[in-house]
């Protein structure tokens, strides 16, 4: 497989590494900085052929590659605290072994401490970034794009925390899986893929920690979590409005099942112009504090729950424009309630509310237009079924 990349200036991270060495690199006792112990940083150029492969394999802890050029190969790393700086466009890539679901362009392989931070990683014929078997790793200004299977998979207890990046065009955008998380911060993109934005699974978390993450026009579903996952926005100051928005997607913009999504802070989730907005199977959606909003618009059903899936928003609910604003079939409790600062409303779609098949409502303060019950529904709160 090949990996290319063609970098262009250093980026802020790879400067402050160059800059901690330089002052840190003394020699008998002198405090003014000396030049860099030979080969902690390396510089190499692809174009002129020089190998990546080949400085990742002789790399030693704590080093920094700035890679300039075009890459045309695969990358394997084993050596933790190792950094690789570009900032370009990266690109084609041959043919992988024979399970692609398990290989990648650049494969991160039982070590910690790696940064991958302007680079564009493309044309991988298995995944583009592949953590496995515990690693852990940030990526920064990374373009992952046109892999054919995964853009970036996080698997057997690894983690990654991912800034300003994008996963476009792949089969899928983003997999976390088997234990494993993902810290996302700053701007993050998961769109354009031919099946998923993010797949969550195997009591996997996904964390938004002061993130702007867009799923959009994937042909499947936004993001997926499932297998006692978790998507979550917990109560860091850090984690305040962060916003989670997935539009055009093909079939569902956010689907929870076997899974959660909670949120602790002034934070929006929303999701329109798809099939269903907010889908749950037996998933649960907690927002108890008032301060999150969510808004449902332009889906065929703005929020459908299923299976005995749970629901408890405190405030800041909109659901407008939809087929059906609320379809809860066998679901319960579903807890919705209204505060004067995040109100709470179901109004403006062909049917609000339909509730059915034994669900169980409470509902307090919230706006709703049109209700519909079957006699199975147990009701209570300041709007119960007519």
């Not at 729950?305 to 939809?322: D, E, F, M």
Request: hydrophobic share 40%; charged share 10%.
């Amino acid at each position: 497989m090949s990996f290319k990349i063609s970098p262009s200036n250093q980026t802020p991270l790879a400067v402050g590494v160059a800059l901690a060495i330089a002052l840190f690199a003394t020699d008998a006792g002198t405090i003014a900085a000396q030049p860099q112990p030979q080969g902690m940083i390396q510089h190499v150029n692809c174009v002129g052929g020089q190998s990546l492969a080949d400085a990742v394999r002789h790399s030693r802890e704590g080093q920094t590659i700035h890679v300039s050029g075009i890459c045309h190969e695969r990358v394997t790393i084993t050596t933790s605290r190792l950094t690789l700086s570009g900032g370009g466009t990266a690109g084609a890539g041959v043919a992988m072994g024979a399970d692609p679901e398990f290989d990648g362009l650049v494969v991160i392989n039982g070590v910690t401490g790696v940064t991958l931070t302007g680079l564009t990683i493309q044309n991988s014929s298995a995944n583009g970034v592949l953590a496995q078997r515990g690693a852990a790793f940030t990526m920064h200004d990374v373009v992952v794009q046109d892999n054919a299977v995964t853009g970036i998979v996080v698997v057997d207890h690894s983690s990654a925390e991912l800034t300003d990046s994008a996963t476009i065009r792949n089969r899928l955008g983003l997999d976390v899986v088997t234990s494993s998380s993902a810290v996302i911060k700053g701007a993050f993109a998961s769109n354009q893929n031919t099946e998923n934005g993010v797949d969550i699974n195997s009591s996997a978390v996904v964390e938004l920690r002061g993130a702007q993450v867009e799923l959009n026009q994937n042909a499947g579903y936004g993001l997926v979590a499932s297998s006692g996952s978790r998507v979550a926005i917990f109560g860091w100051q850090a984690s305040h409005g962060s916003t989670l928005t997935a539009d055009s997607n093909g079939f569902a913009g956010l689907i929870i099942a076997d899974a959660s999504l909670t949120s602790y802070v002034p934070a929006q989730i929303s999701a329109s112009n798809n099939t269903f907005g907010l889908l749950l199977n037996d998933g649960r959606v907690v927002a108890p504090f008032g301060e999150t909003k969510f808004l449902l618009e332009n889906n065929t059903v703005g929020m459908s729950l299923r299976n005995g899936s749970q629901v408890l928003i405190a405030g800041g609910l909109t659901v407008q424009s939809n087929g059906t604003g609320v379809l809860a079939d066998a679901a319960g409790p579903l807890t919705l309630t209204s505060v004067p600062a995040n109100p709470s409303a179901i109004t403006g779609n062909v049917t609000d509310m339909r509730l059915q098949f034994g669900t169980r409502s409470t509902i307090d303060g919230v706006t709703i237009g049109t209700m519909v019950c079957d006699a199975t529904v147990l009701s209570r709160g300041t709007k119960t079924c007519p």
